[in-house]
């Protein structure tokens, strides 16, 4: 009897040698350095369970053992702690790290830029063309309501997502500035103004130039005067689809669209594009000028007139330049 006891001590002591070894082994080598050599950047898809997770790491040699991946992440008792996404992992990180780094949810922030100036179809084909996201967009928003900005977001965010926060961006923004607009400006509300100040942004992208810009076409509308912004004929023949890629002819200018402000007197019904920040401060503070035209320099910017004839003598030159250009291009 005493021998079968001693036996039994010795098998328990045994055993809790071997699991005590086994345990010491899996802790040095979960908290080991890994093989990268490089930082890496690796996708983990929404439902991959820790055997999957472990799998993928290994394939992207972020760890060499994918078994003590698994065993040290079960003991910690995080098997279904890890959070899904894209991550980068630093040179030489340990399984315990990469088991911070998912526990922590800190994916790679990825970034779209929308420029100032776009309309909303191209703001939409933008999105659609940006790799990383999600789902689709079932139809543009309003002109004019989204804010041409820089947006960070993660692998598998969904489209329309980001389209909503450029909706609540911009919105935000009209909301916050409202207080600036002039009590005696001829623009009745925030809509006006960015309704102005897509026009604005559409005819230069000069900053400097934008409040003279903004300061003309307000002279022009105190005056009843036509605009007569060639963009807004761009968006009339284009309904926002993209660049016309052509000059503008005389029959343009004579087509038949509330956005053709060469016909109508005021501002055309909506935005002809999504305004920046920029535009609409220029016209909610326009420059104090008495001008009421100005057409291109030939240098990116423009030549400002009070007169007509100032000006109809500014055009015969942007005419005389366009033409010395056609010529040395033939």
């Known amino acids: 009897m005493r021998r079968v006891v001693r036996r039994a001590l010795l098998a328990i002591v045994l055993v809790t040698a071997l699991a005590a070894g086994a345990l010491y082994w899996l802790r040095a080598a979960f908290e080991a350095p890994g093989p990268l050599a490089a930082p890496a950047t690796v ?45 980068t992992f630093p040179v030489a990180v340990s399984p315990r790290g990469v088991m911070g780094i998912l526990l922590s949810g800190h994916t ?36 004019g309501t989204l804010l041409p900005e820089t947006y ?32 005696a400006s001829p623009l009745a509300d925030m809509r006006e103004v960015v309704v102005l100040a897509s026009i604005v942004e559409k005819e230069t992208a000069r900053a400097d130039e934008r409040p003279h810009i903004a300061g003309v076409f307000l002279n022009r509308l105190r005056r009843g005067l036509r605009l007569q912004s060639d963009p807004t004929v761009v968006y009339a023949l284009t309904k926002g689809a993209g660049p016309l890629e052509r000059p503008l002819t005389r029959a343009d200018l004579a087509i038949d669209s509330p956005y053709n402000t060469y016909r109508v007197r005021g501002l055309p019904p909506g935005p002809i594009a999504n305004p920046g920040r920029a535009s609409i401060l220029a016209v909610l503070d326009p420059a104090e000028t008495d001008d009421l035209y100005f057409v291109a320099d030939g240098s990116g910017g423009h030549v400002f007139a009070r007169t007509l004839a100032e000006h109809n003598r500014n055009v015969r030159r942007w005419r005389k330049l366009q033409k010395a250009r056609r010529d040395a291009a033939e």
């Open 108 to 143: 790679v922030a990825r970034r779209l830029t929308v420029p100032e100036g776009l309309t909303s179809r191209q703001v939409v084909a933008l999105v659609a063309a940006t790799d990383g996201l999600s789902g689709e967009i079932v139809a543009p928003p309003a002109e």
């Open 43 to 87: 996708v983990l898809p929404r439902g991959a369970g820790v055997d999957e997770i472990a799998r993928r790491l290994a394939d992207a040699g972020v760890i060499a053992r994918p078994r003590v991946f698994v065993l040290g992440v079960r003991l910690a008792g995080a098997g279904r702690a890890l959070k899904a996404g894209e991550y």
């Open 152 to 183: 960070y977001y993660s692998f598998g965010d969904a489209r329309a997502a980001l389209i909503a926060r450029m909706e609540r961006a911009m919105a935000t923004l009209i909301e916050t500035l409202a207080a600036r607009r002039p009590p």
